[in-house]
């Protein structure tokens, strides 16, 4: 299973999400780096724990204040030496996600809460290479976000459905009402989608406090886990992320 880092990129700052109340998103403070800058952030997920894919999450684009805002610091970001930018930028339409990836992202996400009509998710589906495409299933206490009425009327299983059947490979299961929370993963949830859509890459978000929730989120297969919180508070570092390696279920990346 990956670790994948998360910055929440807020008026030019990495920001500290918790349960999706974005107005109150405050600039990071952490074990791993003196300063909230996105940059400094990143170098440390790389060279103090040796990881190199980080999910990015503009929340300004994501919120409808401006795509342009961070096109530089992201420019930076995905510049920097090894890094695999996932980015989350709001993308809306085709243009859009291949100009992010022309600017160096290694993935695009496409994330519900976006999602303007069903027409839009076809013509996504089928316009971008699904190696370089990640489909966030974004909800909260258990209800999809989106801004198209007939995907939210969606039951969560029904979505996983439709993005299967679209061609869908990787699919992130993210809840903002556990985000930051140290709550723990929606695991009876995600037990079900994984044991539902054997054929999907899951990747999971919100609520990942320790190497217990790693530890058994890496048992039920899942592809990727994002980690910010037990990051910043040294709830997982170095040392737990190399024994999680180490571990005997470990899964090689493909």
């Not at 217990?212 to 994002?226: F, G, H, N, P, T």
């Amino acid at each position: 299973m990956r670790l994948v880092p998360v910055l929440d990129l807020l008026d030019g700052h990495a920001v500290h999400a918790l349960r999706g109340d974005r107005k109150n998103y405050r600039p990071v403070r952490s074990v791993l780096c003196a300063s909230s800058d996105p940059l400094d952030l990143a170098r440390a997920f790389r060279d103090r724990l040796g990881l190199r894919e980080i999910y990015i999450a503009d929340l300004d684009s994501i919120q409808g204040f401006g795509r342009k805002r961070h096109r530089d610091l992201i420019r930076s970001l995905c510049r920097e030496p090894g890094a695999d930018i996932i980015l989350d930028a709001g993308v809306a339409d085709r243009p859009c996600a291949f100009e992010w990836l022309e600017l160096g992202a290694g993935r695009v996400v496409i994330g519900s809460e976006t999602l303007d009509s069903m027409e839009t998710l076809a013509d996504l589906s089928g316009g971008i290479d699904p190696h370089r495409r990640i489909f966030s299933l974004d909800l909260r206490a258990g209800a999809i976000l989106s801004r198209c009425p007939e995907f939210a009327a969606l039951d969560p299983m029904e979505a996983l459905d439709r993005l299967q059947r679209c061609g869908w490979r990787d699919v992130l299961l993210l809840d903002l009402a556990r985000v930051g929370s140290r709550a723990g993963p929606a695991l009876e949830w995600i037990a079900q989608a994984r044991a539902a859509f054997p054929g999907l890459r899951l990747w999971v978000g919100g609520g990942i406090a320790d190497c217990e929730d790693l530890e058994i989120l890496q048992s039920m297969r899942i592809e990727a886990a994002l980690l910010a919180t037990a990051l910043h508070r040294g709830t997982i570092g170095a040392r737990e992320i190399q024994s999680l390696r180490d571990g005997p279920d470990r899964q090689e990346r493909n």
